[in-house]
């Protein structure tokens, strides 16, 4: 392992939460120890003497269970770093607490303790009045702070070190300008070399922190900087908790940082894997002879050793296999993805709830047992014999048990309407009881689904029904996919919505039932718009909609070969195409559908069909069709997959519309 590694790998006790108790730290030194960690770092946020109360010294008690637990930690070779949060309240010019924040430190020297770290993470940024009158910038006032700690360490404890954490420690923060313009570098250049920054990566919980970010970061700060790793930390999401593999922290990071401490889990015994897979990516760097580091082989080794924590108390319970334990911390793998077998899970309960009809196959079947057997599992282990184990999982065990039986019951429904036999009352979960509560109504106001990018969870985000104010973000998405399914920008820079007042605009207002976005973390990606009845549709077009496009732009005149793609849209305003294709009794409803390139090629289109598809059907209409450009492969082939066929062709050989239709069922269901 790099020499650059003085603080080697370690836990961080730093969440927002309730501490850990002395048992439950007791339990994890003893995992460290056992795993070759060298660092525990004492800095939970809802300690008082850590933040709000941080000048006060520790009553007497406090300073005795912190010398055990420094006693403790030196008995496991395990180095203990106290660390005080003084960035909500510090003059930074007063001398007074300056000396607070050095007599604090003195007393756990007193007790034991060589290490120190000064955080000023998760503050405002900004001077007081006094200070700035003293400082010229923030980097500057904190650098002070720090150089006094430093230079007070170095003369009483030669061998202790100082961790530094800075107001902006992602990268994130820093091109937000978090602490001014240039705090990094200035902070880089003004700490005294010999203290040690603290760093998150790209984010505050990064999916991937690679070398050439470090490497960068390391020319920033002028060290290597401590990574602190969020990537196992739930406090921010008490829905979930994290056990999956260690994915995107390489080997090659090792020479490019000086340690690497995992602030894991709120619930001490939910961290058994991160401390485990920590443990064995240390032991992947130091051996000389390894070979590619691989997260999911490190993941089964640590999943078998933990297996034996799942005991049941009744002997006749039948015991909780390898599989079982597999496909659970697979539902509970990372922040940014689902493990691979609850990615399989995942896909299969997609498919067997979006596919149209009212069909019921052996894929359909080999879904609802997996489902029925993940919901037996979640009551079964309320018999664990490691109660505290139980406890720190029981409420999300209980929230995945409530969704699984939702599903059951919605896929059993499909069974029986396959077999001719009426559907069951899907009554279980009533309004307000389940999935009820305020913050449950703000989710509904607000979505912030999983993002789309690969390698990401793969739930699907939020397809709602279009408002008003998406028609501008609906108009981006048409122009974004403008060209033949391209992007056609740079064709409409003279008129960027041209083509949006055809093929969105209309639809919102005039069929806002049928009109439905995705909407993901950034944002609008996706439409799917449609009309029961085009006719009527396009005779309300040719009322209350052209007209005013024909008053706001004149009909292009001169040599059709230099009008520009938004003139050629113009003339459409003026001469517009009302074509259904026969038998139009027969497919009178038409739809249409775009997907911004981030949400491309990730399954979400074929629900998005399927869902205005069994819309449609639900009003009785007998039959849908589309157009596409002959240009248009992909589109045909994805149609063709849902069940759409050729009705017609117009055009020119080169620039033909196709025209394809699909038959409807009143049965078929939305996804």
Not at 1 to 29: A, D, H
Not at 288 to 301: E, G, H, M, N, S
Request: hydrophobic letters at 40%; a negative charge.
């Amino acid at each position: 392992m790099s020499t650059s590694w003085r603080w080697g790998g370690g836990v961080i006790e730093g969440f927002y939460g309730k501490p850990w108790t002395r048992q439950e730290r007791s339990q994890v030194f003893a995992w460290m120890a056992a795993s070759g960690l060298q660092t525990y770092f004492y800095a939970p946020k809802d300690d008082p003497h850590h933040r709000s109360i941080w000048r006060q010294p520790l009553p007497e008690l406090e300073a005795a269970a912190l010398g055990e637990r420094i006693a403790a930690c030196r008995a496991h070779n395990i180095d203990l770093v106290f660390a005080i949060h003084p960035g909500l309240d510090i003059e930074h010019c007063s001398e007074k607490d300056q000396q607070l924040l050095i007599e604090r430190f003195e007393q756990v020297v007193s007790l034991g303790g060589r290490h120190f770290a000064v955080l000023f993470d998760d503050i405002p940024g900004v001077l007081s009045q006094q200070d700035a009158e003293r400082f010229d910038s923030l980097s500057e006032a904190q650098a002070a702070v720090a150089n006094r700690v430093q230079d007070w360490l170095a003369e009483q404890l030669p061998e202790g070190r100082l961790l530094f954490c800075p107001t902006a420690y992602c990268t994130r923060m820093s091109n937000a300008k978090l602490g001014g313009e240039g705090y990094l570098a200035a902070l880089g250049s003004q700490l005294d070399p010999a203290v040690d920054v603290l760093w998150t990566g790209p984010e505050i919980i990064s999916r991937e922190i690679s070398s050439e970010h470090l490497a960068s970061v390391g020319r920033l700060l002028r060290r290597p900087p401590v990574i602190w790793d969020n990537l196992f930390a739930n406090d921010y999401d008490a829905d979930r908790f994290f056990v999956g593999p260690l994915h995107g922290r390489s080997p090659e990071i090792a020479p490019l940082i000086r340690g690497l401490l995992l602030n894991p889990n709120n619930e001490q015994p939910l961290n058994f894997m991160p401390v485990h897979m920590l443990g064995q990516f240390l032991a992947h760097l130091a051996d000389t002879t390894a070979k590619v580091w691989q997260p999911r082989l490190a993941f089964l080794k640590a999943l078998a050793a933990w297996h034996s924590s799942f005991a049941l108390y009744a002997s006749d319970a039948e015991a909780v296999t390898d599989a079982e334990l597999r496909l659970l911390a697979d539902c509970f793998s990372l922040p940014h993805e689902h493990g691979d077998d609850a990615k399989t899970l995942l896909a299969e309960i997609t498919d067997a709830l979006t596919r149209p009809g009212a069909g019921w196959s052996d894929a359909d079947a080999v879904c609802l047992a997996k489902v029925a057997a993940l919901e037996e599992l979640t009551t079964r282990l309320t018999d664990l014999r490691d109660r505290p184990l139980f406890q720190a999982m029981s409420r999300r065990l209980w929230a995945l048990r409530e969704e699984l039986s939702l599903l059951r019951q919605r896929l059993c429904n499909r069974q029986r309407v396959a077999a001719g036999e009426p559907a069951s009352p899907d009554d279980d979960h009533l309004p307000g009881t389940f999935r009820g509560g305020f913050v449950a109504d703000l989710r509904r106001l607000l979505p912030f689904p999983a993002a789309l990018r690969e390698g990401t969870a793969r739930s699907l985000p939020l397809l709602r029904h279009a408002r008003a104010d998406d028609r501008a973000a609906c108009y981006r998405v048409c122009l974004e996919t403008g060209d033949h399914g391209a992007d056609g920008t740079p064709f409409y820079t003279d008129d960027p919505d041209a083509l949006g007042r055809i093929f969105v605009g209309p639809y919102l207002a005039f069929e806002p039932e049928l009109a439905f976005v995705l909407e993901d973390s950034e944002g609008v990606c996706g439409y799917v718009l449609a009309t029961a009845n085009s006719a009527r549709f396009f005779q309300r077009y040719e009322a209350d909609w052209r007209p005013q496009l024909m008053a706001s732009f004149a009909e292009p005149a001169g040599d059709r070969a230099t009008w520009t793609r938004a003139e050629q849209i113009h003339h459409e305003y003026h001469h517009p195409d009302y074509h259904c294709p026969e038998p139009s009794e027969v497919f009178p409803a038409h739809a249409h559908i775009d997907l911004l390139p981030r949400a491309q090629g990730l399954g979400f289109g074929k629900p998005m069909m399927r869902h205005i598809v069994a819309e449609l059907a639900a009003l009785g209409v007998p039959g849908v069709h589309l157009g596409v450009s002959g240009r248009n492969q992909r589109a045909l082939a994805f149609y063709a997959g849902l069940g759409f066929h050729e009705l017609e062709r117009t055009g020119t050989p080169g620039d033909e519309v196709i025209y394809l239709g699909l038959r409807l069922s009143s049965t078929m269901e939305r996804p």
